[in-house]
Nanobody
Framework: VQLQASGGGLVQPGGSLRLSCAAS????????IGWFRQAPGKEREGISC????????YYAESVKGRFTISRDNAKNTVTLQMNSLKPEDTAVYYC???????????????????WGQGTQVTVSS
């Protein structure tokens, strides 16, 4: 079982990036998927998620209105479209899933127990 985040890079303030979370050997559609980030010297924070059964989405206040999470079931991926990026968005971004397929809200960050490798996002002029 593998989970891999990709799509990071260097972008100027106000720019956009599209992150993808891809899975091998299991179907993402069955599980809640969360996006987290960790900036240097800071704790990891959950920023967005999408539920499995209800498809509900959640956004932290820091990204609401700028980021959009969605599923592409045909590609077995979950994407995070990030617009209007700010320098404070600079971090390593991770996707994660709850392999227990819990029915708890996807913003229950403690339930995520399987993590992929992160992708670096740097917002700088």
């Amino acid at each position: 079982v593998q989970l891999q985040a990709s799509g990071g890079g260097l972008v100027q303030p106000g720019g956009s990036l599209r992150l993808s979370c891809a899975a091998s050997e299991f179907t993402l559609d069955y599980y809640a998927i969360g996006w987290f980030r960790q900036a240097p010297g800071k704790e990891r924070e959950g920023i967005s998620c999408i539920g499995s059964k209800d498809g509900r989405t959640y956004y932290a206040e820091s990204v609401k209105g700028r980021f959009t999470i969605s599923r592409d079931n045909a590609k077995n991926t979950v994407t995070l479209q990030m617009n209007s990026l700010k320098p404070e968005d600079t971090a390593v971004y991770y996707c994660a899933t709850d392999t227990t397929a819990s029915t708890r809200p996807c913003s229950t960050w403690s339930m995520y127990n399987y993590w992929g490798q992160g992708t670096q996002v740097t917002v700088s002029s």
